[in-house]
């Protein structure tokens, strides 16, 4: 289901061969499927502020971190999250300050999102635990499933487009929503699996950032994971209407497997139509004059 350019196989193949890495992995045969961030974040949260006149909430050593009683606390920086990596805090608030307001200490090696309207969009990676302000969204990540580097990259390009574009404030109920191109394992012919989808992720941020010094390639490649992702969804939609009313009930459920599992799935998320079984639907040909009434339109005399 759709093709990387050939300059970008090109550049993964150069990247293969100076890393070392990840010989057998053929770009070309990586395909994708999007899961919503609230599938792939184990936490979605915003943070927030601890009381600012109240002295015994705040303390004014940054050293102090490494001590069980005081954390890092971040707002938004724009300079300090253009970067990829941020591990500096703005100011550093007690254990008291913690646990009297709505902010939260961020596991490392998470996503921060900037939300507030002159700044959305914004990412960065912590690469410390640091408690957040109200403006900033923590996404954590279960890291035996998902490299975080590349949910990075991905988020980037998507936020990209939207970066103080004038629209009101992110949440987390719309971004949790947002829809992340995944790859899916790459099998051999017995249905062994010879790369995991994190395999394949890390291999991905692993070549991005082998390129990152060519913006260009970076923006490419992402945006053509994206159209891949995109044409593999209209592939299933393709299935759902135009092969499953021509098979048989016994050939549907392997020849339509991705299509059923995904209709599992969507019944278990909505709670309803739990007796309904994909596979056993049956249909029949009925001419459009049959189920709607047809008439022509006319144009009115001037």
Request: charged share 35%; net charge negative.
């Amino acid at each position: 289901m759709g093709k990387f350019s050939e300059d970008i196989i090109k550049l993964f193949e150069e990247f293969k061969m100076k890393s070392g890495k990840y010989e057998n992995l053929r770009l070309e045969d990586v395909e994708f499927e999007y899961k919503k961030l609230k599938d792939v974040a184990t936490t979605i949260k915003a943070g927030g502020t601890p009381r600012t006149d109240i002295a015994d909430y705040w303390a004014d050593d940054t050293s102090l971190v490494d001590n069980e009683n005081y954390f890092g606390w971040r707002d938004i920086d724009k300079n300090l999250f253009s970067n990829m990596y941020i591990e500096d805090f703005s100011k550093v608030i007690t254990k008291e300050g913690l646990e009297n307001s709505s902010t939260w200490l961020v596991p490392e090696n998470s996503i921060l999102l900037a939300i507030a309207s002159n700044s959305k969009g914004l990412l960065a990676i912590n690469k410390v635990p640091m408690c957040i302000n109200q403006n900033i969204l923590g996404i954590v990540l279960d890291h035996t499933q998902y490299d975080v580097r590349y949910i990075y990259f991905c988020l980037k390009n998507i936020y990209s487009r939207i970066l103080n574009k004038g629209y009101g404030n992110l949440t987390k109920s719309s971004e949790e929503n947002r829809e992340v191109p995944i790859p899916k394992p790459i099998k051999d012919e017995k249905g062994k699996e010879i790369y995991s989808s994190y395999e394949i992720q890390k291999a991905i941020a692993d070549f991005i950032e082998f390129i990152a010094l060519r913006s260009d390639d970076v923006i490419k490649i992402m945006n053509e994971i994206k159209e891949k992702a995109e044409l593999g969804k209209k592939v299933l939609i393709y299935k759902l209407f135009e092969v499953l009313p021509r098979l048989k009930n016994s050939d549907r459920e392997q020849k339509l497997k991705d299509v059923i599992q995904l209709f599992e799935e969507f019944k278990k998320e909505i709670g309803n139509y739990q007796d309904l079984r994909l596979e056993k639907v049956e249909f029949e040909e009925k001419s459009l004059n049959d189920i709607c009434e047809r008439r022509t339109g006319f144009t009115p005399k001037t």
